[in-house]
C-alpha cells in the first residue's frame, strides 16, 4: 500500500478562543498569536504541519481577527493562508461549518489554535484511511485526564464514548490531542445549530457512525494558562538546544 501524502489536504486551524485566561500575558492578542520565544504560537502549530507536506492553511478567527489575518498576509513563504472570519462566537464546530465553503479536498484535518501535540501526521492520515473512518480523532494519554476529560475505545479503536472532567476516574487515560481528521462529507452529518461545541454536540454524534480515536505517545502542550504556557516555552527552549 503507497504511502499516504497529506500534500493536497487542507488544513483547518480553530483560532476563536478568548484567551481569557492569558490576558495579563497576551497583551490584548488573540490566544493562538501570545508570543513563544519570539514567534507567535500559532507559526509553531503551522511550521509542525508544514513538516509533513501540509500546503494550505484556513484560519478560523474570531477575537481580534485582524490581527492574525494581517499577520499572516505579510507571510512570505511557500505556504497558502485563508482567513474565515466570525462575527459572533460559533464554537469549534460551528467555525468549521463557517470555513466549509474553503475547504477543497475531500479528507481535511484540524488542529486546535491552543494547544500542540507533535504526532506523526503521516501515520494519523493512513490509520483513518485504514479505518475507513468519518472522524478521526489524535488521542494522547496523560497522568491525570480529569485536567480534560477522557476517551473511551474498544478493541478497534473505534470511539464508544466521553467521559466529562468531573466524572474521569483517577489514573492514566487518554484524552483528546485537539487533532482531528475530517472526511468532507461528514460536514453534512454535523447536528443543526449556529453555535457548536466539537466536544459536546459534534463528536457524540458520531459515536458509533465511524468515529475512531488514534493512540499515540506524544506529549500535549497547551497554553490555556500562565504556567501551562511557561512549560511550553521551556519545552521549545530545550528542543531547540538539543537540535543545535
Known sequence: ??????????????????????????????????????????????????????QK??????????????????KNDRLEYVLSEEDAP???????V???????????LVLNGDSICRIDLKQFLAFHLEKKAQVSIA????????????VSLNENHAIMGFNEKASVPPGAG???????????????AFPQGKNLSLEYDVFPSFVGEGLYG????????D???????????EYFITKEKDET
Open 1 to 54: 500500500m503507497p504511502e499516504p501524502k497529506l500534500a493536497g489536504i487542507d488544513t483547518v486551524i480553530l483560532c476563536g478562543g478568548l484567551g481569557t485566561r492569558l490576558r495579563e500575558v497576551a497583551k490584548n492578542l488573540p490566544k493562538p498569536m501570545v508570543d513563544i520565544n519570539g514567534q507567535p504560537f500559532l507559526d509553531l502549530i503551522i511550521r509542525d504541519a508544514s513538516e509533513f507536506g501540509l
Open 57 to 74: 492553511f484556513i484560519l478560523c478567527a474570531g477575537y481580534k481577527s485582524e490581527v492574525i489575518g494581517d499577520y499572516y498576509k505579510q
Open 90 to 96: 460559533l464554537g469549534t464546530g460551528g467555525a468549521i
Open 98 to 108: 463557517k470555513a466549509r465553503r474553503l475547504i477543497a479536498s475531500k479528507i481535511f
Open 139 to 150: 488521542l494522547t494519554s496523560v497522568d491525570d485526564p480529569q485536567d480534560y476529560g477522557s
Open 174 to 188: 487518554w484524552v483528546n490531542a485537539g487533532i482531528y481528521i475530517f472526511n468532507r462529507e461528514a460536514l453534512n
Open 214 to 221: 488514534y493512540a499515540s505517545a506524544a506529549r500535549l502542550f
Open 223 to 233: 497554553i490555556g494558562t500562565p504556567q501551562r504556557l511557561d512549560i511550553l516555552k
